[in-house]
Nanobody, 124 residues
Framework: QVQLVESGGGLVQAGGSLRLSCAAS????????MGWFRQAPGKEREFVAA????????DYADSVKGRFTIARDNAKNTVSLQMNTLKPEDTAVYYC?????????????????WGQGTQVTVSS
């Protein structure tokens, strides 16, 4: 089991940037695919980005492609999400998640460990 703690959320104006970080504890981090998901009020949790265990393959939701970048540092047990050109529709609670498999996925059900979430609010 991997324990996850997110940080870096906050309030930003449209067009601005934020960088989310996720610190992981547990010996399985380096063999786990990692993902970021988000959930806005009244909506289902949705996929944002995921990265495989080596960090050489990443997938993105169409809505964030070209604006967000996921990265990981297995030596530091961290995964990050750089968010640029933020839009009001990016407002949500963002969750870091870990998957026991080394291959990434866009399905929340494929991830067994979740952080507590960090709020991102983008004002227009």
């Amino acid at each position: 089991q991997v324990q996850l703690v997110e940080s870096g959320g906050g309030l930003v104006q449209a067009g601005g940037s934020l960088r989310l970080s996720c610190a992981a504890s547990g010996r399985t981090f380096s063999s786990s695919a990692m993902g970021w998901f988000r959930q806005a009020p009244g909506k289902e949790r949705e996929f944002v980005a995921a990265i495989n265990w080596r960090g050489v393959s990443a997938d993105y939701a169409d809505s964030v492609k070209g604006r967000f970048t996921i990265a990981r540092d297995n030596a530091k047990n961290t995964v990050s999400l750089q968010m640029n050109t933020l839009k009001p529709e990016d407002t949500a609670v963002y969750y870091c998640a870990a998957r026991k498999s080394p291959n990434s996925s866009s399905l929340p059900a494929d991830f067994g460990s979740w952080g507590q979430g960090t709020q991102v609010t983008v004002s227009s």
